[in-house]
């Protein structure tokens, strides 16, 4: 019943930005946490952001911290990844998931449904 669409990724040059767009179902989103991901070449897939039902509780990985912020539109089924100062480092495929509970942390075992993933790639 829930379909998550990522778009939004690229190639931008380091030091640019870029901002992530996972289109899903409005009933899912309203009632539950949101979260990015993203893996990259020859790396498993690393938590990124998560924002809570509520959109008033994130939580970020060490390495997007300062740079990245998640949000969420409720009324359009939507949640956001503003992504800035980004790095080769941060090339991967980003991916968009649905918690199971209002408010989830940075495990994957805590989302129930995934995008396809969109792909970011940051050249130097």
């Known amino acids: 019943q829930v379909q998550l669409v990522e778009s939004g990724g690229g190639l931008v040059q380091a030091g640019g930005s870029l901002r992530l767009s996972c289109a899903a179902s409005?009933?899912?989103?309203?009632?539950?946490?949101m979260a990015w991901f993203r893996q990259a070449p020859g790396k498993e897939r690393e938590f990124v952001a998560t924002i809570a039902w509520r959109g008033g509780n994130t939580l970020y990985a060490d390495s997007v911290k300062g740079r990245f912020t998640i949000s969420r539109d409720n009324a359009k089924d939507t949640v956001y990844l503003q992504m800035n100062s980004l790095t080769p480092e941060d090339t991967a495929v980003y991916y968009c998931?649905?918690?199971?509970?209002?408010?989830?942390?940075?495990?994957?075992?805590?989302?129930?449904?995934w995008g396809q993933g969109t792909q970011v790639t940051v050249s130097s």
């Open positions: 998931a649905v918690g199971l509970r209002a408010y989830s942390g940075s495990h994957s075992t805590d989302y129930r449904y």
């Open positions: 409005r009933r899912t989103i309203s009632n539950n946490s």
